[in-house]
T-cell receptor, first 113, second 115 residues
Framework: AQSVAQPEDQVNVAEGNPLTVKCTYS??????LFWYVQYPNRGLQFLLK??????LVKGSYGFEAEFNKSQTSFHLKKPSALVSDSALYFC???????????FGTGTRLKVLA | DVKVTQSSRYLVKRTGEKVFLECVQD?????MFWYRQDPGLGLRLIYF???????EKGDIPEGYSVSREKKERFSLILESASTNQTSMYLC??????????????FGSGTRLTVV
């Protein structure tokens, strides 16, 4: 069965510092991995995806994510955090044979000025 | 720009009422989904639909039903609202193509409060 884990409920980081939001996954086939961001009282917005190829994926707003097959991880990163990055971040996985996504429980990122 | 529109941003309903949450997409997507979002639980799939008049149960279908009479519209129905159905409800759609690049497009969500 597919599953996604986001081990941290909240991550605090100072503005200008690098940030990492962690995600690990479990699928039976080839994983399609996604990160979404949610601002207050809004739906989820797509940030980036990993399908195949380079393990470092670049996405919107300066975010990137590193796919590590041996550790089954897909951590979200940004070299220099902004206060405006403060939001709720969701990792999601889709097995290559299905339409459905499985979402993690979300990590709240707070960037402190 | 592609859109998934949820008809209400905020709703307050009384216990026992029948509640309809509406979702419309303009992308000609085959697949539509209803999730509820609760703190600490993430997004949980309630129902989904692969085609008109077709529906399948997700992980937490109890207390809910759905209707998909037209391709662009997917309705979530709470037959008799209860306070434990107070939540944020998110609609999403996607193409049927199983290609890896095709993700979800989400609506802005409906925050339902049952009193």
């Amino acid at each position: 069965a597919q599953s996604v884990a986001q081990p941290e409920d909240q991550v605090n980081v100072a503005e200008g510092n690098p940030l990492t939001v962690k995600c690990t996954y479990s699928v039976s086939g080839n994983p399609y991995l996604f990160w979404y961001v949610q601002y207050p009282n809004r739906g989820l917005q797509f940030l980036l995806k990993y399908i195949t190829g380079d393990n470092l994926v670049k996405g919107s707003y300066g975010f990137e994510a590193e796919f590590n097959k041996s550790q089954t991880s897909f951590h979200l990163k940004k070299p220099s955090a902004l206060v405006s990055d403060s939001a709720l971040y969701f990792c999601a996985v889709r097995d290559s044979g299905t339409y459905k996504y499985i979402f993690g429980t979300g990590t709240r990122l707070k960037v402190l000025a | 720009d592609v859109k998934v529109t949820q008809s209400s941003r905020y709703l307050v309903k009384r216990t026992g009422e029948k509640v309809f949450l509406e979702c419309v997409q303009d992308m000609d997507h085959e697949n539509m989904f209803w999730y509820r979002q609760d703190p600490g639980l993430g997004l949980r799939l309630i129902y989904f639909s692969y085609d008109v008049k077709m529906k399948e149960k997700g992980d937490i279908p109890e207390g809910y039903s759905v209707s998909r009479e037209k391709k662009e519209r997917f309705s979530l129905i709470l037959e008799s609202a209860s306070t434990n159905q107070t939540s944020m409800y998110l609609c999403a759609s996607s193409t049927r193509i199983l290609g890896p690049g095709y993700g979800y497009t989400f609506g802005s969500g409906t925050r339902l409060t049952v009193v």
